[in-house]
């Protein structure tokens, strides 16, 4: 039986065309990107035009480009490296409370360490009160870091709007954004969304783990968190990951690619027969996160009396992969904090099933998964005791 994959939130496959770019640099080009030898400058070469290439795909400069060991990484620089460099006493900084951990924890960080931290609600679809920002925005508002689209539940926020609303508050106040799961999907040009800061992951967008992206507009004030030789303009010293690096801007290319834009049409019409189907067959569900806000690849679906836990063991054992909710929280027995923010039960917000699809899955993955959910959660239901 051929498995399916539909944990595409979680991490991508490498795209043939990556790993293709990736082996010259791992065996033939391994230099030292520093070394002055033709070793080294065919490596430093391949390292500037993958930023070229990504800053392209921003829509900035090439020196606004700071590539990083991970999204995890990038986002840290961007809320400790700004806050560092603010050099003031007194300070706020805004989040919402349906961030990835990379930003949450940061921020949770920064409150244990004094400063004021405010973690905007959402809706009940996830997407953040743009008056709650507006009633949270001070002068002394330092940063905001408000994520593009949520990896649980695909809730889009309006970026461009928060944006305007914090420049209108205050020029002076940095915007953050985590494009990490938008970034197959929305356009991430920087200058129309109104960002100081953005961060990616190579390894969501069919590139290799280990590497990710900050985008740091030319100006903004930003201490490294990482020192040694001076790499990355100072903000990212240790001697960069060629071929990840190569890998990822192949993965930013690929994404452009018009044959990526059909793709992304597949994926919305699998997602919405998922949806649509699920919904309609199995009593007692219910969507998470917005339906038109909305990646064209996250399904997040309730069940009443099945265990989120037990749903994924049971798809694994047919060979379908899911997930309950970010694979970061996974092994945690606290119930996700984006259901919870959206008003839903601990009950409710156990019982979830993330479902994210990507560019390999097939109609036949989607028939298939319509099949055998069915069943399962009958089954689940039966021994919760759940009365339907
Ligand atoms: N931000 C979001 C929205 C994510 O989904 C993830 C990964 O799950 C990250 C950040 C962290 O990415 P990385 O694995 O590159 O650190």
Same mark, same amino acid.
Request: some cysteine; charged content about 20%; aromatic content about 6%.
């Given at each position: 039986?051929?498995? %399916?994959?539909?944990?595409?939130?979680a991490s991508t496959p490498c795209d043939p065309k990556v790993v293709r770019a990736m082996s010259g640099f791992l065996k033939k080009d391994f230099g030292n990107p520093s070394s002055i030898h033709s070793f080294g400058q065919r490596a430093?070469?391949?390292?500037?035009?993958?930023?070229?290439?990504?800053?392209?795909?921003?829509?900035?400069?090439?020196?606004?480009?700071?590539?990083?060991?991970?999204? /995890?990484?990038? #986002? $840290?620089?961007?809320?400790?490296?700004?806050?560092?460099?603010?050099?003031?006493?007194?300070?706020?900084?805004? /989040?919402?409370?349906?961030?990835?951990?990379?930003?949450?924890?940061?921020?949770?960080?920064?409150?244990?360490?004094?400063?004021?931290?405010? @973690?905007?609600?959402?809706d009940k679809d996830g997407i953040v009160k743009i008056s709650e920002l507006e009633k949270a925005l001070k002068s002394n508002t330092v940063l905001v870091s408000i994520m593009y689209a949520n990896n649980e539940i695909g809730a889009i =926020?309006?970026?461009?709007? &928060? +944006?305007?609303? &914090?420049?209108?508050?205050?020029?002076? /106040?940095?915007?953050?954004?985590?494009?990490? =799961?938008?970034? $197959?999907?929305?356009?991430?040009?920087?200058?129309?969304?109104?960002?100081?800061?953005?961060?990616?992951?190579?390894?969501?967008?069919?590139?290799?783990?280990?590497?990710?992206?900050?985008?740091?507009?030319?100006?903004?004030?930003? /201490?490294?968190? &990482?020192?040694?030789?001076?790499?990355?303009? +100072?903000?990212?010293?240790?001697?960069?990951?060629?071929? +990840?690096?190569?890998?990822? #801007?192949?993965?930013?290319?690929?994404?452009?690619?018009?044959? #990526?834009?059909? =793709?992304? %049409?597949?994926?919305?019409?699998?997602?919405?027969?998922?949806?649509?189907?699920?919904?309609?067959?199995?009593?007692?569900?219910?969507?998470?996160?917005?339906?038109? =806000?909305?990646?064209?690849?996250?399904? $997040?679906?309730? @069940?009443?009396?099945?265990?989120?836990?037990?749903?994924?063991?049971?798809?694994?054992?047919?060979? &379908?992969?899911? #997930?309950?909710?970010?694979?970061?929280?996974?092994?945690?027995?606290?119930?996700?904090?984006?259901?919870?923010?959206? +008003?839903?039960?601990?009950?409710?917000?156990?019982?979830?099933?993330?479902?994210?699809?990507?560019?390999? $899955?097939?109609?036949?993955?989607?028939?298939?998964?319509l099949k055998v959910l069915p069943v399962i959660i009958q089954k689940l239901r039966k021994i919760s005791g759940y009365n339907q």
């Open positions: 039986m051929p498995k %399916i994959y539909l944990d595409y939130a430093s070469m391949a390292v500037g035009n993958a930023r070229q290439l990504v800053a392209e795909f921003l829509g900035c400069e090439s020196e606004e480009i700071v590539f990083t060991g991970s999204a /995890t990484e990038a #986002s $840290n620089l961007a809320i400790f490296g700004t806050v560092k460099a603010a050099k003031v006493q007194k300070f706020q900084i805004i /989040t919402s409370q349906i961030e990835h951990p990379s930003v949450l924890e940061s921020c949770r960080a920064l409150a244990k360490q004094g400063a004021e931290v405010t @973690f905007l609600p959402v =926020q309006p970026i461009e709007e &928060i +944006g305007a609303l &914090i420049k209108k508050n205050n020029p002076k /106040t940095l915007f953050h954004v985590d494009a990490v =799961q938008a970034a $197959n999907f929305l356009d991430c040009n920087v200058k129309k969304l109104g960002v100081d800061l953005l961060t990616l992951s190579s390894h969501k967008i069919y590139g290799p783990k280990g590497v990710g992206v900050l985008y740091v507009k030319r100006g903004t004030p930003i /201490t490294p968190l &990482i020192y040694g030789g001076g790499h990355e303009r +100072g903000l990212r010293s240790g001697t960069e990951n060629v071929a +990840g690096i190569v890998g990822f #801007s192949q993965a930013i290319k690929e994404i452009q690619n018009p044959k #990526s834009k059909i =793709q992304n %049409i597949r994926i919305r019409q699998f997602k919405d027969k998922l949806i649509k189907t699920i919904l309609k067959i199995i009593p007692a569900s219910r969507l998470n996160g917005s339906l038109t =806000q909305r990646l064209p690849n996250n399904v $997040n679906i309730s @069940f009443e009396g099945a265990e989120g836990e037990a749903m994924v063991i049971a798809l694994d054992q047919k060979g &379908i992969a899911a #997930s309950t909710g970010s694979a970061c929280s996974s092994g945690s027995l606290e119930p996700s904090h984006v259901l919870l923010a959206l +008003g839903l039960s601990d009950e409710v917000a156990h019982g979830s099933l993330r479902l994210t699809l990507g560019k390999y $899955n097939t109609a036949k993955d989607v028939e298939r998964v």
